[in-house]
């Protein structure tokens, strides 16, 4: 009904960081990831279609995020990166910058720092002939 050629988030959690649990390191993910626990390093989706994170209230991360679809209820300390969007629930604490394309923050959800709307940019791909321009240029000069 409401799919307009946009990319889906997954809603499945393919992975989960109990409340118990520190993870020292970076975090390397695709699918869904719930992190009720402790993660001082880096989160990197490595897929960037349909990859989410969400972060529950008793979660924490120390380190940059970089994914496409997150649900930030707890505590960041490091930069936020969302390509696609961006939920900032109502314990959310963010230490750092939030770069998004859509974001939706609830009331008591707090950034120190700044919040930078970037849209997601085509990559457009520009093939050179090495060769010929390598020619062009010898006989110019």
Do not use: C, W
């Amino acid at each position: 009904m409401f799919s307009s050629g946009k990319k889906q988030r997954t809603e499945k959690v393919d992975s989960l960081i109990g409340s118990n649990t520190e993870l020292h390191g970076d975090v390397v993910f695709s699918g869904g990831l719930h992190v009720d626990g402790k993660i001082k390093g880096n989160v990197v989706a490595s897929n960037q279609k349909a990859t989410m994170l969400v972060l529950s209230e008793k979660g924490s991360i120390e380190g940059e995020v970089r994914v496409p679809y997150m649900v930030v209820n707890g505590l960041v300390v490091g930069d936020l990166y969302a390509s696609e969007s961006v939920e900032l629930a109502p314990n959310a604490r963010i230490t750092g910058n939030v770069y998004y394309n859509r974001i939706e923050v609830s009331m008591g959800a707090e950034v120190n720092g700044s919040l930078v709307h970037r849209e997601e940019q085509p990559r457009t791909v520009v093939e050179v002939e090495p060769v010929a321009a390598a020619a062009e240029l010898k006989t110019s000069s």
